[in-house]
């Protein structure tokens, strides 16, 4: 009886999930720091003190995560962004990239 060696259960395991998505927030000149920290918390869940730091990191090195998803929740969060800063005024962008 052939048995399957481990990675090849590995590989149709890996196979059979969906990919996951990280979700980028990207930093500019004209973004109010406290929308950044509001959309962090109302879009992403994050916590006041998660939200700071996430901001910050975005702030100082350009982007930063917030979180990874699927490809469908990540393009969601990304249009919930877009259109919560064209609301409010803010030039903010959200991207993803395949982790
Ligand atoms: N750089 C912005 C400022 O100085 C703040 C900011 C942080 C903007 C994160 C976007 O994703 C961002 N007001």
Not at 5 to 22: A, R, T
């Amino acid at each position: 009886m052939s048995t399957k060696k481990e990675y090849e259960l590995d590989e149709e395991l890996s196979l059979m999930e969906p990919k996951q998505y990280n979700v980028l927030l990207l930093n500019d000149d004209y973004t109010s720091m406290d929308f950044v920290v509001e959309v962090l918390m109302n879009i992403f869940h994050k916590s006041y003190a998660e939200a700071e730091v996430i901001m910050l990191e975005v702030h100082r090195k350009d982007r930063g995560s917030c979180g990874v998803f699927t490809y469908e929740v990540a393009e969601t969060k990304i249009m919930q962004v877009s259109k919560l800063a064209r609301e409010q005024g803010h030039p903010l962008k959200a991207t993803m990239e395949e982790v």
